[in-house]
């Protein structure tokens, strides 16, 4: 093995300050693991921290994304988790294990990988065993580095804190990385999916991964299109995906003591609504900030009972960061993922 790797850094905020250099494979100390990384997923997110929209404390130099897929090359002492040649995928939230995550009401849980703690644009990583995940069996490392984020996300949302069955009716917003899990997965459940989006194209290819109803959002009010296809029902479970004035509309497509997830800032950091929905219906209004390792591990088991696979729009060679971050600004139908060769 070369005693070299390549790694992405910025020593400031901004696209411009992303470097590609070489630097030396680092060696796993006592109860850590140097991981091989064979594949890496972008989210939103990621764009966020590099362009200084997300406004974190990063140790510079630092290096960004939080999503990876990789085999275990070395352990250190008294590593038990795993050994030389696991699979494994990171965990978001590196300290949080189970339960509620740590902080408290004036400085709330978020220390994640890629954003306070160093991120995964490397060829080789060295972690904590705890920070790690078996990888699905069913899914290759392409595939598996998608999930960290945007599909425990989803998997949270859905499963973990919303409780979904079959039968109920599920909204997801768009047609990214979150909202393509949580498609997959509430259709998995037995729930009737919605989507909405500005691109008849992708509300077809939605449509063909099991949506039952697409809606585009630029033609009418959407809402109006819930309220005809459902019954006058609502929707029990809505993937908020855009943020800002958008939950105002969420909170009128929403059923009586339905739930809103929100996941999504696209439109900002502040959110609005009318207080007649919120109190007449009743609705549950929960944030998600993606999820523990143990919701992980059980995510990764119901894809290897059910055969849910990622939608993957495009792969980019690891030396690609810049034309993979023009991508996702210009959005993606699923995941964008980097892969070293």
């Given amino acids: 093995m070369s005693q070299t790797m390549q790694r992405w850094a910025m020593n400031a905020v901004g696209r411009e300050n992303l470097a590609l250099s070489t630097v030396p494979i680092p060696n796993p100390g006592p109860g850590e693991v140097l991981v091989r990384v064979n594949a890496i997923s972008l989210n939103y997110r990621d764009k966020m921290v590099i362009d200084g929209t997300m406004p974190l404390p990063l140790p510079f130099p630092f290096t960004p994304a939080s999503d990876m897929a990789g085999v275990v090359e070395k352990i250190g002492e008294g590593v038990t988790r795993f050994q030389e040649g696991s699979r494994v995928i990171s965990t978001f939230s590196p300290d949080w294990i189970d339960g509620k995550p740590n902080g408290n009401a004036r400085t709330p849980p978020y220390r994640t990988l890629g954003g306070v ?16 995940v078996a990888s699905p069996e069913t899914l290759d490392d392409i595939q598996a580095s998608t999930l960290p984020c945007a599909g425990l ?26 909202s393509m899990f949580a ?58 995906t855009v943020g800002g004035e958008n939950l105002s509309h969420s909170l009128r497509a929403v059923a009586v003591h339905g739930r809103i997830s929100v996941i999504g800032v696209l439109e900002g950091f502040e959110f609005s609504g009318p207080v007649g929905e919120l109190l007449l219906k009743s609705p549950t209004i929960q944030g998600i900030g993606v999820g523990h390792r143990r919701a992980l591990e059980d995510f990764v088991r119901a894809i290897d009972a059910n055969g849910l696979k990622p939608v993957i729009e495009t792969r980019y060679r690891f030396d690609e960061l810049p034309q993979a971050l023009a991508h996702l600004d210009r959005g993606a139908f699923g995941k964008i993922v980097l892969t070293r060769s």
């Fill in 153 to 178: 996300t989803a998997w949270f949302a859905l499963v973990e804190r919303g409780g979904i069955r079959a039968g109920q009716t599920v909204l997801v917003q768009g047609t990214g990385g979150v």
């Fill in 183 to 240: 498609l997959q997965i509430a259709k998995a459940h037995g729930a009737q999916v919605f989507v909405t989006s500005g691109s008849d194209e992708k509300l077809a290819r939605a449509q063909a991964l099991g949506a039952d109803h697409g809606i585009n959002r630029l033609q009418g009010d959407w809402v109006d299109a819930i309220y005809e296809l459902t019954y006058e029902h609502g929707i029990d479970h809505i993937i908020e």
């Fill in 117 to 132: 703690y160093q991120g995964m644009l490397a060829e080789y990583i060295v972690m904590s065993e705890n920070w790690l």
